[in-house]
């Protein structure tokens, strides 16, 4: 009888790329329901739309560059994009733009690259910041949390909700009228925003900034689920802590510095897409740097950018941009953070060009 | 219980060894065959000492090690060698390697056998060359010759002694199950490594899932006088890596590129242990080690003490395989084994455990997915590289990037590829990396040699061509010198015709010794019948006679210049006429010289002088000659005479004149082929342009009756060819010498190599000659001279094949002085091209599987040793039907 | 005035830059190695004369003087690309008609049919064959870089090129097979026919 002839070792360990992507699909979901319960039903139809769309592009993709289809589809990676664009948007983005972003994300951003594991940049990444760059109007009317209006849970209903998502010009009265009835701009928005007042002057007189606490909720989901990847060892704590603390303590500097107008590090960690960034999207492993060391120095590197942007750059959030900044170095860095191996005094030094030709 | 440290990363694999630790070590059946690989450690592998059909004895040393790092190789058990041949050994390319199978005769005979009483009285090194010729290598895998360790005390300092029993492989119980049974004599073995090493402290670093292990080793070492610990560290694979156990134990890193010794460390298998406990104590060699035999295919998953040389399938019989349900074997363990597919693989030192693991426990791997980089493999990698970085390095064939981040340091332990959410299968990348960058710097290495020889060969042939001119331009100078010397001579009083024929008297006495004595050292050889030295002595009385004549010719060339004036005066009159017309000649060019004013009157007029005195004093110098040589004259006839009365091999000289002439036709022969091929050429250079020319004709006639010459010159020499082995054959008949025959047909086999030569130069040059009519076929110039000049060449030449080889053939035929001898020679030929033929096929079937583009050369080749098996064979057939009759 | 200042700022800045520049390269010149030692590197040294140099230096001093880098076919497509970036050059096809992937053959001498002419002697660049005249020649299997050289000369067509059988000593590893791998094909393979990935 015939005996298979394969090289060791001839034991896996069961966890799969799939298994990975689910866990971090799963992981996103108390984040997915925070923003439902703040912002209404807008994120989870975006979500639904997104992920519909992704899958439709990446079985395309798939099939023009004739692969088996439901091997590439069964690895998840397509929805865990969509999901963490879909997050991303503005809850009453409008459907093309969520359509829009997700074609850029697995079509450009991914396939055009070479599939899964080739794409220098995050998918997800690039398609928010296309749209951010794209339709500006669009992606900043962020929606107010529920309890802007009335001290109850009070979102827009669900029909509501899908007549402002997939308006068309020709109901553009109605929609406008719920847009302005519940949208508002968003607490870094309003910081950055703030006509010649304080910090602390915008702290009192903004209604935004009084209904910060919704923001607080949802970067307390985002921190959860990210804690939890932590512990099924889906990455390490490298990344986000590095850049938490980073954005913490250069925060805390300027703030310390002129408490007038630079926000407190508190505002930073919590608000915008800061948690989101932090254990779901700087920690795409495709797209970071390769050792410890090195996602340390990637992630530092993000917060940096974060703050510059956030606080001198032009546009109130700044996630997209310093994690597209940061893929761009991620090779770089690992040139740089090779670890010391065993036996070795020192971590290797890069090559240099003129010791290859050697 | 000392300090456990930690390593980076590692994997906690399920461990499946309950399976085989619930029965004790039982013993092997006994193999009909046992078939022991020739190498079984890393380094040189050991020589066979003994011969197919030799008995052996049990422990009886089949083969010795050969250099520095081997050991020797000894009987597992007594009975007989059967074969000496490549058999399947455990080896992940799967192929065979050079075995010693040995026929069991179940008695299981020891040879004489005793430990050493006191290894104590044994100086160190004796002690360490004991445990070397006991075969002791290395049992955890890799079979590192043990006494080559244990010589690391002489040039290191060893603190440390670590006992390695952490076996930390899936599956594997072979170490857990020898520590809980023979606890005592691992350490008796200790006790003869701390003799050896004196560290300062052992520890035996094991596993914390062997209780029962630790508790027996425990109990063990209480009575142990040095300092001795049993160290347990967390079960983690690869624990059990030696430098990963260096590590955890005592947080000591082995500096990259150095051995364990390098800080101070030496670490044993724990099974190498009890080998040498074995050894000293009893005087057993290894023949014989503890292997696990479990899996889901086995029924009864055991650890078995088992004979090296014992095939895998007696094993997994006696554990109760389930045929159909296995559907791969592995050998070692699941983590760094390595899956063999021929049940008949034997047991070596290192093999400690077989797997028969079923599809559902071992499922086929998936395939491949992209990967995304997510630094599981970087996290688990025991020894801190970045396994994806290396990956990508090693697919793209960066190899140099690849050794940049410390491929080399790899330990191939298979944590990465265990992790891998992708199935990316990573060890065999970096093992095929790693090959591949062995086999380039093998490449590099070899290119440089290369390099190295061709400008050492470039060198040569300069300095044999400066060697060259040199020598010229040194003959030139001589030359000139002679010149100038024989233009002195010339002007000074010319040697005499006296001293002249004085010198040519003394060449002639002197050869004649030389053939006096070649003729003496004939004779003596002949007397005392040596056959080999004759030939020589013949050559040598040949080349003196030869000289002889030649001195002989001379004088008498000299003599009768000399001589005639006073012999004939007709002769002497027609000197004279002779010289006077010479002179005259020589007067008129001077006059005309004169006449023209040209530079070289000098010349003549000296020569004219010396004319004038040449002819003036030869026939002065005559008369007084004329006597001395007769006398001379006399004395070379009757040595000549004697000569020819003592030369006994004058048959053999004709034959070799015979030869000679022959020769001479074959040369004459050729100039004449080269003639009409000349006359041929030109013919058809006239032959375009247009034919009135005369010269065509006459070129013609010239090419008929070259042609014509040519045939006839081949004639003959084909009839001379022909006729020199009969000639040869009837050398022998004459009964002068008793060495005659020997001697002929010393002479007939150079001849047949001569003729064998010829014939396969004419076979090729048919054969060039067939390729190039072809090729001008093919470009349609089938009417022009030079293709049907080509044609005849052809037929020519395929003749000429045909005639020389019959010749061949009939020469050798005469040959056969002994035809029992012979007939054995045809047979041992023909034994030998059909064994080359089998060898072929076999080869060529290979590379028809393989596709190998060699196979269209191998066809033919096969095709030839086919034909020559044939012809091999008819010879023999009718040779030995010749025998009968 | 004020364009005078820039032009002559600039013309400052130009002559400073300027002579930084020609300092350090005398400074800090490195002596590299010669072109034509470093072609002679890659380059495979079986010295077989298929380029049309007599050797494989002088086909490397040729390159340095701009020859053509894909004329050797022992080095194959590798030798070509290792030449093209250690000279910056373009990657080309391999010259004239050679196989896709070259075996690598070494010359056997059928013993048996040797006549002893020494002409393979005489015609191997590396002096990888034994022998004397009428005696039986033989090839260093180790030394031969498999030039062909000596196949032509010999009179009775008894040499051979084979490749050198794999054995346990010098077994490789395989790589991963691709067929399981298709996903890390880049862009420009994925116009193949889907017939052929599946295969």
């Known amino acids: ?358 | 219980m000392g300090k456990v440290f930690a390593f980076h990363g590692g994997i906690h694999p399920p461990e499946n060894k309950h399976q085989s630790t619930q029965c004790p070590i039982a013993i092997a059946p006994l193999a009909k065959v046992l078939n022991v690989p020739v190498q079984q450690h890393i380094g040189a592998p050991a020589k066979v000492c003994v011969n197919i059909g030799d008995k052996v004895l049990k422990g009886q040393r089949i083969a010795d090690a050969q250099g520095k790092v081997s050991v020797p190789i000894h009987a597992p058990s007594s009975g007989i060698i059967k074969a000496i041949a490549e058999h399947p050994v455990p080896h992940p390319s799967g192929m065979p390697a050079l075995c010693i199978s040995i026929e069991t005769d179940g008695l299981d005979e020891w040879i004489e056998h005793s430990g050493l009483e006191d290894f104590r009285t044994l100086s160190k090194h004796q002690l360490i060359d004991y445990i070397r010729d006991r075969g002791i290598a290395g049992m955890g895998g890799a079979g590192f010759p043990t006494a080559v360790k244990l010589h690391l005390g002489d040039d290191h300092i060893v603190n440390t002694l670590i006992i390695n029993a952490a076996e930390c492989e899936p599956y594997i119980s072979a170490d857990d199950l020898l520590m809980r049974e023979r606890a005592s004599q691992i350490v008796s073995g200790i006790d003869v490594l701390q003799h050896l090493l004196a560290p300062s402290h052992i520890i035996i670093g094991i596993e914390d899932n062997k209780p029962q292990a630790i508790r027996a080793l425990e109990i063990a070492i209480q009575d142990c006088k040095y300092n001795i610990d049993v160290v347990g560290v967390p079960t983690k694979y690869p624990s059990g890596g030696e430098k990963q156990l260096i590590q955890l134990l005592t947080n000591v890193e082995v500096p990259n590129g150095g051995i364990p010794a390098d800080v101070g460390i030496v670490c044993q298998n724990v099974g190498t242990v009890y080998a040498i406990h074995q050894a000293v104590k009893h005087g057993e060699s290894l023949i014989s080690r503890v292997v696990t035999v479990t899996g889901d295919g086995v029924a009864k998953p055991q650890n078995y003490q088992t004979l090296i040389g014992t095939p895998f399938s007696l094993l997994l019989e006696a554990a109760g395989m389930y045929t159909q349900k296995t559907s791969r074997l592995i050998v070692g363990g699941p983590m760094m084994g390595f899956s063999i597919d021929k049940l008949d693989t034997p047991v070596v030192k290192t093999s400690n455990c077989i797997i028969a693991a079923t599809s559902t426990e071992m499922p086929a791997p998936e395939p491949a997915q992209a990967c995304i980089r997510c630094g599981l493999c970087e996290q688990v990698c025991p020894v801190q590289l970045l396994p994806q970085q290396l990956h990508w390095f090693a697919k793209g064939q960066e190899y140099q990037k690849a050794q940049q981040h410390n491929l080399f340091d790899c330990i191939e332990c298979g944590a990465c590829s265990y992790v891998c959410p992708s199935n990316i299968p990573l060890v065999q990348y970096y093992r095929h990396a790693k090959t591949s960058i062995r086999e380039e710097q093998q490449d590099k290495r070899k290119s440089d040699l290369a390099r190295e020889r061709f400008e050492a060969k470039q060198d040569r042939e300069q300095r044999a061509v400066d060697e060259k001119a040199a020598k010229r331009k040194a003959r030139a100078e001589q030359a000139a010198k002679a010149q100038a010397e024989k233009k002195a001579i010339e002007k000074a009083p010319v040697l005499t015709p006296q001293v002249q024929l004085i010198s040519l008297q003394n060449a002639l006495k002197a050869a004649n010794s030389t053939v006096l004595i070649a003729q003496q050292k004939l004779t003596d050889q002949t007397a005392q019948g040596n056959s080999a030295t004759l030939d020589l002595c013949n050559l040598q009385l040949q080349k003196a006679q030869k000289q002889l004549e030649q001195a002989q010719l001379a004088l008498d060339a000299f003599e009768s210049k000399n001589e005639t004036p006073a012999v004939d005066t007709k002769k002497l009159k027609i000197a004279a006429a002779q010289a006077n017309t010479k002179l005259l000649k020589a007067k008129q060019a001077l006059k005309g010289a004169i006449e023209k004013s040209q530079p070289g009157i000098e010349l003549l007029e000296s020569t004219i002088s010396q004319l004038e005195s040449e002819a003036a004093s030869a026939t002065t110098m005559y008369l007084a000659a004329t006597q001395e040589s007769t006398t001379i004259e006399k004395a070379a006839v009757t040595s000549e005479a004697e000569l020819a009365a003592t030369t006994p091999i004058a048959p053999a000289i004709k034959a070799s004149n015979d030869s000679k002439d022959c020769k001479k036709l074959k040369i004459a022969a050729a100039i004449l082929r080269a003639k009409l091929k000349k006359s041929q050429t030109q013919l058809a250079l006239l032959g375009e342009q247009p034919p009135t020319q005369p010269d065509y004709q006459k070129l013609e006639e010239e090419i008929t009756s070259l042609q014509q010459k040519l045939v006839t010159a081949e004639q003959e020499y084909q009839h001379s060819v022909a006729l020199q082995p009969e000639l040869n054959s009837t050398v022998p008949v004459k009964p002068a010498l008793k060495s005659i025959p020997e001697q002929s047909a010393a002479a007939i086999i150079v001849d047949n190599k001569k003729l064998k030569t010829i014939a396969a130069i004419a076979r090729t040059k048919a054969k060039k000659a067939q390729n190039e009519l072809d090729k001008l076929i093919e470009s349609g110039q089938q009417d022009s001279l030079v293709a049907k000049q080509l044609i005849e060449d052809l037929t020519r030449l395929n003749e000429k094949v045909l005639s020389t080889q019959n010749t061949y053939q009939t020469a050798k035929g005469p040959t056969t002085n002994a035809p029992e001898d012979e007939n054995e020679q045809l047979q041992a030929n023909f034994a030998k091209a059909q064994n080359l033929y089998d060898k072929a096929s076999a080869a060529l079937i290979k590379a028809q599987a393989d596709n190998s583009p060699a196979v269209e050369k191998m066809e033919t080749s096969i095709a030839k040793l086919k034909s020559r098996v044939d012809s091999a064979h008819n010879a023999l057939t009718a040779s030995s039907s010749n025998n009968q009759e | 005035m004020s364009i005078i200042i820039a032009v002559s700022v600039l013309l400052g800045l130009a002559i400073i830059f300027g002579m930084i520049l020609g300092f350090s390269a005398i400074k800090f010149h490195v002596e590299g190695n010669p072109i034509v030692n470093q072609i002679d590197e890659i380059l495979p040294q079986t010295q077989c004369g298929q380029c049309g140099h007599p050797g494989c230096r002088p086909y490397a001093e040729s390159i340095a003087n701009g020859e053509a880098i894909n004329k050797c076919p022992p080095g194959g497509q590798a030798t070509i690309e290792a030449l093209a970036n250690l000279l910056d050059l373009e990657v080309l096809e391999l010259d004239g008609e050679h196989d896709e992937n070259p075996v690598k053959t070494v010359a056997y001498i059928r013993e048996d049919e040797c006549i002893g002419c020494t002409k393979c002697i005489q015609a191997c660049p590396v002096d990888a064959i034994l022998g004397a005249a009428k005696q039986m020649h033989t090839v260093i299997i180790d030394e031969c870089t498999g030039c062909d050289l000596c196949v032509a000369p010999c009179p009775v067509d008894c040499i051979d090129m084979l490749p050198l059988a794999t054995n346990i000593t010098n077994w490789k590893w395989q790589a991963p097979s691709a067929f399981s791998d298709h996903s890390h094909q880049l862009i420009a393979t994925d116009k193949r026919p889907a017939v052929e990935l599946e295969s």
């Open chain 1, 1 to 358: 009888m015939a005996f298979i002839k394969i090289t060791s070792p001839h034991v896996q360990r069961p966890t799969k790329t799939a298994d990975i992507m689910r866990l971090v699909i799963i992981a996103t979901l108390p984040g997915l329901i925070a923003m439902t319960f703040f912002f209404g039903w807008g994120t989870l139809v975006n979500v639904v739309l997104a992920s519909a769309t992704a899958l439709l592009c990446e079985t395309a993709c798939i099939k023009l560059r004739r692969r088996p289809v439901l091997f590439y589809l069964k690895d998840n990676s397509a929805l865990l994009t969509a999901i963490l664009l879909a997050l991303a948007l503005p809850p009453f983005a409008p459907w093309w733009v969520t359509v829009t972003g997700v074609f850029v994300a697995i079509v450009i951003a991914k396939h055009i690259y070479g599939g899964l594991g080739q794409n220098p940049f995050n998918p997800a990444m690039v398609g928010y910041a296309l749209l951010l760059v794209s339709f500006p109007v669009e992606m900043t009317r962020w929606t107010a949390p529920f309890n802007l209006s009335e001290n109850t849970w009070n979102i827009l209903s669900f029909s509501d909700t899908l007549t402002i998502i997939f308006s068309s010009a020709s109901d553009t009265n109605q929609v406008s009228a719920l847009l302005d009835a519940y949208t508002g701009a968003t607490p870094l928005d309003t910081l950055k925003h703030r006509n010649g007042l304080t910090t602390e002057e915008v702290w009192q007189t903004s209604t935004v900034m009084s209904n910060v606490g919704a923001w607080y909720a949802v970067s307390l989901c985002y921190f959860v689920g990210g804690i939890f990847l932590i512990y099924r060892k889906i990455f390490t704590w490298h990344t986000p802590i590095a850049l938490l603390a980073t954005l913490a303590i250069i925060s805390a500097i300027f703030f310390a510095i002129d408490p007038d107008s630079y926000a407190d590090p508190l505002v930073h960690l919590t608000t915008g897409a800061t948690m989101l960034g932090a254990f779901f999207i700087a920690t795409d492993p495709v797209t970071s740097a390769t050792s410890n060391r090195g996602k340390i120095v990637f992630a530092a590197g993000i917060a940096l950018l974060i703050y510059v942007i956030r606080t001198w750059g032009n546009y109130p959030d700044a996630m997209a941009f310093a994690v597209m900044i940061m893929n761009l170095s991620a090779p770089f860095i690992d040139q740089y953070t090779q670890p010391r191996s065993y036996g070795h005094k020192r971590a290797k030094q890069p090559m240099l060009k003129g010791s290859d030709t050697k």
